[in-house]
């Protein structure tokens, strides 16, 4: 038996191509540095949650458009990628884990110099 569930590699695989076609596939000029943090996908294999990561703060929300007004073209290169009964639906969504945890070490900076 695999160590991990089908979601989960399904995702694994999902998050690799889904890097590559926005890097290589998608031409839009409004794409900033996009880099994908992960993918989860639900037990059923209907729907992948894409997270991205965005480096520039004003261009969040206009690349997160861009994206998700794409996803069927997205979906489309992933059905001659990956070999599926079904490709999943996706749903573009910003990772704010990097954000969080640069958050919590400049707290813990702040404890250390107080000390």
């Known amino acids: 038996m695999l160590p991990y569930k089908r979601s989960q590699r399904v995702g694994d695989l999902l998050r690799e191509e889904i890097a590559d076609i926005i890097i290589y596939r998608l031409k839009d000029p409004r794409i900033g540095f996009v880099t994908v943090t992960g993918v989860d996908v639900t037990d059923d294999l209907k729907i992948a949650r894409v997270y991205v990561s965005i480096l520039k703060d004003e261009e969040k929300e206009t ?53």
């Open 63 to 115: 690349t997160l458009e861009i994206l998700n007004s794409a996803k069927s073209f997205i979906r489309s290169e992933l059905s001659k990628k990956v070999r599926m009964k079904f490709i999943p639906s996706i749903e573009f969504r910003l990772d704010t884990s990097i954000e969080y945890g640069s958050r919590i070490e400049k707290l813990l900076k702040e404890i250390k110099e107080k000390l």
